[in-house]
């Protein structure tokens, strides 16, 4: 096994701070348990560092002529990837995810190593731009880094870092919609572009049912519309599984969790991210640590955001819930773990499912019930056990888009009570079934479905907005569902 690369200077440095984290991140998704996992991050980082250094050096030579590469991190991944088909070709299969084994031999994966024009369209637009651009768009989507923290690390304007994103989005959409246009499609798809590119271009476009069926059956059509659709929050998703492919829904959440745990998201006496004089810290403690200090820095970020997802360990018999953090193995399995805290100002991610499923949790504890409800009545008989109720709840339930037999549907509950725990209920009218879930754990029970609160968008702000997402399936009818509650206490529905 190769041994970390020595960076060459002080920016070399602080990129392999900043990258390693997410380099061993997604490794460990894709094998077996924590030694394995930071076998193959420093395999595939020595490979990734070789290649990124090799196209530097092409460019110079080149005389500033642009070449078509990927950011770092997503470069780094995409060599994480590239390793693990090369464990799999090479005997080593067994120390991979059985999943991602299964993944790794399926067309789907054949894709990324086959024609450039037959390769999955986010993953085309993205070479397709410049690197900063690219870099960019990555970052503040995927990486769910802070506007201020994106900009002080790309040497960006913080007041005009939103803009620059707008614009950087559209160019990604324009470079996929020639990417798809240019792909080697049948009469079929190529009679449905002109009308894709128009839907997706309005955020209150109604899709046509022939449209509708044939994305439910087409899979390169549907990943252009994901990467086409700027609105509704499903870019993250779409750029993630067309640049990594397997797990990147799994990726994104453990970035988001990370981002937030390393950031200080909410945490008492945490710095504000936007502050220049905690980035310049922040770098110089990185910087000066170098790599070693970055894995460091990072257990407590990595461990937050790995168990979730966390597979069996070295042993293959182990519980999935055994997997401990891969930056420290020393920290114990029973030791508390640590939860980060949204900014109240924050507001909920959503993302599109690719493949990685929803982990069953168990309801968290009921949240707002009132010390009254708690007391015994004035003759000091005991009160029955009382239903926490919020002081008030609104519901907007969003059909993002359907197709037949399935449906796509966003949830955003506004409550008027703070909230360190949430669980949303509802009942379906026409027999509708719940499949894969984001930002919530959802359990269906009949008609009625609960979702519960994920650890890292358990805490609502006073007046805040929660939100999740799913896939579902219907069969005659899909009106919208009714009888919402929030923690018991019924929500207005509109």
């Given at each position: ?9 002080d920016?070399?440095s602080a990129?392999?701070?900043?990258c390693?984290?997410?380099v061993?991140?997604?490794a ?14 420093t ?11 090799a ?5 110079v ?5 642009r ?15 590239t390793?693990?088909a ?7 299969g ?27 369209v ?10 900063a651009d690219?870099a ?15 900009a002080?690390?790309?040497?960006l304007?913080?007041a ?16 996929c ?12 798809c190529?009679?449905?572009a002109?009308?894709l ?5 309005s ?17 390169r ?19 993630a ?13 453990r970035r ?9 998201a ?5 710095t ?33 955001s790995m ?28 030791a508390?773990?640590?939860t980060a ?5 924050a ?14 949790k ?7 019930t ?6 015994t ?12 109720r919020p002081a008030g709840?609104?519901v907007?339930y969003?059909?993002?888009s359907?197709?037949?037999?399935g449906?796509q ?9 703070a909230l ?8 379906f ?6 499949g894969?879930?984001?930002d ?8 009625r479905v ?21 896939l ?5 009818a899909?009106?919208t569902?009714?009888a ?11």
């Amino acid at each position: 096994m190769p041994d970390l690369p020595t960076p060459q200077d002080d920016t070399e440095s602080a990129l392999f701070s900043e990258c390693w984290d997410a380099v061993l991140s997604y490794a460990d998704l894709c094998t077996s348990g924590s030694v394995t996992a930071h076998q193959l991050a420093t395999e595939a980082f020595a490979l990734g560092m070789r290649e990124i250094r090799a196209a530097a050096h092409t460019h110079v030579r080149g005389a500033g002529r642009r070449t078509a590469r990927l950011p770092t991190i997503p470069a780094l991944l995409t060599a994480v990837r590239t390793t693990a088909a090369a464990w799999e070709a090479g005997g080593q299969g067994h120390r991979l995810d059985p999943d991602l084994r299964l993944w790794l031999n399926s067309e789907s994966a054949a894709r990324f190593a086959g024609p450039p024009l037959g390769r999955p369209v986010a993953l085309r637009g993205l070479r397709d731009m410049q690197e900063a651009d690219a870099a960019l768009l990555w970052l503040a989507e995927v990486e769910a880094l802070p506007l201020p923290t994106v900009a002080r690390r790309l040497g960006l304007e913080p007041a005009t870092v939103a803009d620059e994103l707008d614009q950087v989005r559209t160019l990604f959409r324009d470079r996929c919609h020639r990417a798809h246009l240019d792909s080697p499609l049948d009469a079929q798809c190529r009679s449905y572009a002109r009308l894709l590119d128009a839907v997706t271009r309005s955020p209150t476009a109604e899709t046509p049912d022939d449209l509708s069926r044939h994305l439910a059956t087409c899979v390169r059509c549907a990943e252009a519309a994901a990467c086409l659709r700027l609105h509704g929050g499903g870019l993250p998703a779409a750029l993630a599984g067309g640049v990594i492919g397997w797990g990147g829904l799994a990726y994104l959440e453990r970035r988001r969790r990370a981002a937030e745990v390393r950031l200080g998201a909410g945490r008492p006496g945490a710095t504000d991210p936007a502050d220049p004089e905690e980035g310049t810290g922040r770098n110089r403690v990185l910087r000066g640590g170098l790599l070693a200090a970055a894995v460091l820095l990072s257990a407590l970020a990595l461990g937050v955001s790995m168990m979730p997802f966390g597979g069996s360990g070295d042993d293959p018999a182990a519980a999935p819930d055994d997997r401990q953090p891969v930056a420290d193995p020393r920290v114990s399995r029973t030791a508390p773990r640590p939860t980060a805290t949204r900014s109240p100002s924050a507001a909920p991610s959503r993302s599109v499912p690719q493949d990685a499923p929803a982990r069953k949790k168990p309801d968290p504890e009921p949240q707002g019930t009132s010390s009254a409800t708690r007391r015994t009545g004035a003759t000091g008989a005991p009160a029955a056990p009382a239903t926490p109720r919020p002081a008030g709840c609104r519901v907007a339930y969003e059909l993002d888009s359907q197709w037949p037999d399935g449906f796509q549907a966003t949830v955003t509950v506004t409550t008027e009570a703070a909230l360190s725990g949430w669980r949303v209920s509802w009942t379906f009218r026409d027999g509708q079934r719940v499949g894969q879930t984001w930002d919530a754990t959802v359990h269906q029970d009949g008609s009625r479905v609960t979702a519960t609160a994920a650890d890292y968008n358990k805490t609502v702000a006073a007046h805040g907005s929660l939100s999740f997402g799913f896939l579902g399936t219907w069969t005659d009818a899909n009106r919208t569902p009714h009888a919402f509650t929030l923690n018991g206490a019924p929500c207005t529905l509109g």
